[in-house]
């Protein structure tokens, strides 16, 4: 009830923002696309493919803003910008001369009417999977609030494989104008890979999904075959999702990934790639939803040999209390638990989980402790700039954390 009170004073804002702005999306094209998982790939691959075309473009993700060729950052955790923000990206973009703006936009973004008055000419939706449940509460408004966009949108696009696409077909664009694009791995999609082949660097079944997203979203855009096999040829992941820092003789990996989903999707491709362990470090964000904790616990115990849990945007919360609730979804008792650990403690043949509450020292004891062969994958922070311990944002960074864990093995 106090969201929804709060939300009628967003509306306003949200007006108030499109009227100073002079309602800038008009005379543009606008692509926006959500979703639980894939979001930002499948945002930047549209951008990429449309760039790579020689289109005009700008797009607005979670990793950044690009107006006409100039990169800014959109703030601290944040996938969509404030009303007033998101609008003067979409002034910037239209005095540039863009023809198009890709905008990733969140549940949140949409909930509280930070996409309000913009014209999307194509709304697409990658998946729709347990999260963000402490603000939405139940699955059902979840996927209403993802929804807003292709009920909005001219074109929507819709994930057929996706366990949501039944209810968003039956209650949230039956009976809508707009036009409805299924993509999906199965032949009775609209957009499938038997239809459109197409190769790819990017990783894993999850991204065959982003990539078909990304083509339905650009075939209703009218850009030739040709042009959008080129792009999704010559493009990579963007910085901190399933990015490779080091690949010697061990690798290394930052990901984004948060949820149970995710941790599946990243962990079934880590399998692949790892000759001998995986040594996986994540927490999970305080203040947010509850149960997925136990649940990416569970999942990272059927793939890692080495669990390092630790902090990941506590805020308020008590790092130990996050990391118990992780540790209680882990029921294989093959797992020895270590409150922190020495180097020598861990042996190669066994396997752990480590509690160690300083995010910079867990991930230098992961490269500490690799081996040859391994495969250490660090999720949870991606790109993110800052770090939230309940005093306010700090610096931080997952790159320079691993380049200085490089740096002491060498030592």
Same mark, same amino acid.
């Not at 042009?227 to 999702?241: C, D, E, N, Y």
């Not at 010697?248 to 362990?277: C, H, P, Q, W, Y």
């Given at each position: 009830?106090?969201?929804?009170?709060? +939300?009628?004073?967003?509306?306003?804002?949200?007006?108030?923002?499109?009227?100073?702005?002079?309602?800038?999306?008009?005379?543009?094209?606008?692509?926006?696309?959500?979703? =639980?998982?894939?979001?930002?790939?499948?945002?930047?691959?549209?951008?990429?493919?449309?760039?790579?075309?020689?289109?005009?473009?700008?797009?607005?993700?979670? =990793?950044?803003?690009?107006?006409?060729?100039?990169?800014?950052?959109?703030?601290?955790?944040?996938?969509?910008?404030?009303?007033?923000?998101?609008?003067?990206?979409?002034?910037?973009?239209?005095?540039?001369?863009? @023809?198009?703006?890709?905008?990733?936009?969140?549940?949140?973004?949409?909930?509280?009417?930070?996409?309000?008055?913009?014209?999307?000419?194509?709304?697409?939706?990658?998946?729709?999977?347990?999260?963000?449940?402490?603000?939405?509460?139940?699955?059902?408004?979840?996927?209403?609030?993802?929804?807003?966009?292709?009920?909005?949108?001219?074109?929507?696009?819709?994930?057929?494989?996706?366990?949501?696409?039944?209810?968003?077909?039956?209650?949230?664009?039956?009976?809508?104008?707009?036009?409805?694009?299924?993509?999906?791995?199965?032949?009775?999609?609209?957009?499938?890979?038997?239809?459109?082949?197409?190769?790819?660097?990017?990783?894993?079944?999850?991204?065959?999904?982003?990539?078909?997203?990304?083509?339905?979203?650009?075939?209703?855009?009218?850009?030739?075959?040709?042009?959008?096999? @080129?792009?999704?040829?010559?493009?990579?992941?963007?910085?901190?999702?399933?990015?490779?820092?080091?690949?010697?003789?061990?690798?290394?990996?930052?990901?984004?990934?948060?949820?149970?989903?995710?941790?599946?999707?990243?962990?079934?491709?880590?399998?692949?790639?790892?000759?001998?362990?995986?040594?996986?470090?994540?927490?999970?964000?305080?203040?947010?939803?509850?149960?997925?904790?136990?649940?990416?616990?569970?999942?990272?115990?059927?793939?890692?040999?080495?669990?390092?849990?630790?902090?990941?945007?506590?805020? +308020?919360?008590?790092?130990?209390?996050?990391? +118990?609730?992780?540790?209680?979804?882990?029921?294989?008792? =093959?797992?020895?638990?270590?409150?922190?650990?020495?180097?020598?403690?861990?042996?190669?043949?066994?396997?752990?989980?480590?509690?160690?509450?300083?995010?910079?020292?867990?991930?230098?004891?992961?490269?500490?402790?690799?081996?040859?062969?391994?495969?250490?994958?660090?999720?949870?922070?991606?790109?993110?700039?800052?770090?939230?311990?309940?005093?306010?944002?700090?610096?931080?960074?997952?790159? $320079?954390?691993? =380049? $200085?864990?490089?740096?002491?093995?060498?030592?």
């Amino acid at each position: 009830m106090w969201q929804g009170a709060k +939300n009628h004073y967003h509306y306003f804002q949200g007006l108030a923002a499109n009227i100073f702005y002079r309602f800038p999306s008009r005379g543009l094209t606008v692509i926006g696309v959500t979703g =639980t998982e894939g979001k930002t790939t499948t945002a930047n691959l549209i951008y990429h493919v449309l760039h790579e075309a020689g289109e005009k473009v700008s797009v607005i993700s979670t =990793t950044g803003a690009i107006v006409n060729g100039s990169t800014s950052d959109t703030g601290f955790h944040i996938t969509t910008p404030g009303r007033f923000a998101i609008q003067a990206y979409l002034r910037k973009a239209r005095k540039a001369g863009s @023809k198009y703006v890709v905008l990733e936009v969140s549940s949140h973004g949409l909930d509280q009417y930070r996409a309000l008055g913009i014209h999307f000419a194509v709304g697409v939706i990658t998946n729709i999977n347990r999260d963000h449940l402490d603000y939405h509460k139940t699955w059902e408004k979840y996927v209403h609030a993802k929804s807003r966009l292709v009920r909005v949108a001219k074109v929507a696009v819709l994930n057929k494989d996706d366990r949501s696409y039944q209810r968003i077909k039956k209650h949230e664009v039956h009976g809508k104008n707009n036009l409805v694009i299924t993509y999906g791995l199965k032949k009775d999609a609209d957009v499938n890979p038997h239809v459109f082949p197409f190769k790819t660097k990017l990783l894993g079944k999850f991204n065959q999904y982003n990539c078909l997203a990304a083509i339905s979203a650009l075939q209703a855009l009218r850009i030739s075959d040709t042009k959008i096999t @080129k792009g999704l040829a010559s493009f990579k992941a963007p910085v901190g999702r399933q990015e490779i820092v080091y690949d010697k003789d061990f690798t290394v990996m930052i990901d984004f990934a948060t949820t149970g989903f995710s941790f599946t999707n990243m962990l079934t491709e880590a399998k692949k790639l790892a000759k001998k362990r995986i040594i996986h470090v994540f927490g999970a964000a305080g203040m947010r939803d509850i149960a997925k904790r136990a649940e990416i616990g569970k999942v990272a115990s059927e793939f890692d040999d080495v669990i390092i849990i630790t902090a990941e945007d506590p805020r +308020n919360e008590s790092v130990e209390e996050i990391s +118990n609730k992780i540790i209680s979804g882990i029921t294989d008792r =093959t797992f020895t638990v270590l409150d922190g650990a020495k180097k020598e403690d861990v042996q190669e043949n066994k396997k752990y989980v480590i509690k160690i509450p300083n995010r910079k020292i867990a991930i230098l004891f992961a490269l500490a402790i690799a081996k040859k062969g391994d495969f250490v994958l660090i999720t949870g922070k991606g790109h993110e700039q800052s770090m939230n311990y309940g005093k306010g944002e700090e610096p931080w960074s997952e790159h $320079e954390a691993v =380049t $200085e864990g490089l740096r002491l093995r060498s030592v």
